[in-house]
Structure formats: structure tokens, C-alpha cells
């Protein structure tokens, strides 16, 4: 399977978190919810971002469950659903990927990925809430260059 069959665009993506918020209503289960942001201001709009975005979308992929829905929500932004994943577990899944994110190397300078994560109904319990409050307070901030 290619990555792009796994990776959603913007609108089946919140179809999905939709979906994963009725059910976790339901069946009193947790969730969570994980953003991660390409800031390039170097190579805004360029073949450069769009490489760089393409490593990070095959970079966190690589390490999520098959069962992990991950969605391109905007041109330089993808989020993960992990479902069944409670505040603990998306900690662990969080602390993973983040640290290949700082040790990877992206072939540009000023290439800063922000991320966020929120897990339902913990801190959030609706999707405006939880879309709010990943773009709100990104837990982690990471600039990686060449030196």
C-alpha cells in the first residue's frame, strides 16, 4: 500500500473524526487526536515545502497504527485520529513521534514542525472544541537546520 492511500484530504478526514466522536459517545470510549504543522517560511508554496511535507506525512505513517486515520487538513498540516487511545497512550504515541521529527533531517533549513494533541472527552468533546484547541496551543515546537 502506498502512503498516499492512507492519507485523507480535508473534508473524508472530518467525516472520519465525526464518525470517531459519535462512536466514542457511544460506546464511552476515549480517543485522541494529534496535529502536526510544517512551517517553512523559507519555501512557502515551493517544490521545496512540498517535499519537505511529503517526508513528514511518510515519516509519521511509518510509526501509526493501520487503524490510525491521518488526514492532510490543509496544504502544510496533517492530523491523526487514534482511535481506543487515551491521554496515556497518545503521550507515548506523541513523545515517539515527535523525537523523529527532531532527529530527522529534512534537507533544508528553517523547516519547524508544530504539534498538538487532544484526547476526547478528556479535554475536548466536540469537534470545533477539538480542532480549537490543537490549533490553539501547540505542545511542541521543533526547528530543525543544518548547522
Known sequence: ?????????????????????KR???Y???FSVMR???????GKGTKRQTKSLRSLIELVTGEVRETDVVGRTTNNEI?????????????????RLNSLIRDF???NRGVKVNSGL????VEANEM??????????????????LN
Request: net charge negative; charged share 25%; glycine share 2%.
Open 128 to 145: 470545533t472544541e477539538i480542532l480549537n484547541r490543537l490549533k490553539e496551543k501547540p505542545q511542541t515546537d521543533h526547528m530543525n537546520s
Open 1 to 21: 500500500m502506498l502512503v498516499v492511500d492512507r492519507i485523507f484530504a480535508r473534508e473524508a478526514f472530518l467525516q472520519f473524526l465525526d464518525l470517531e466522536i
Open 118 to 121: 487532544v484526547c476526547f472527552p
Open 79 to 95: 492530523m491523526i485520529i487514534l482511535p481506543y487511545c487515551d491521554s496515556s497512550g497518545a503521550d507515548v504515541v506523541n513523545t
Open 24 to 26: 466514542a459517545r457511544r
Open 105 to 107: 533531517h529534512f534537507g
Open 36 to 42: 502536526f504543522e510544517l512551517c517553512d517560511d523559507n
Open 28 to 30: 464511552q470510549n476515549f
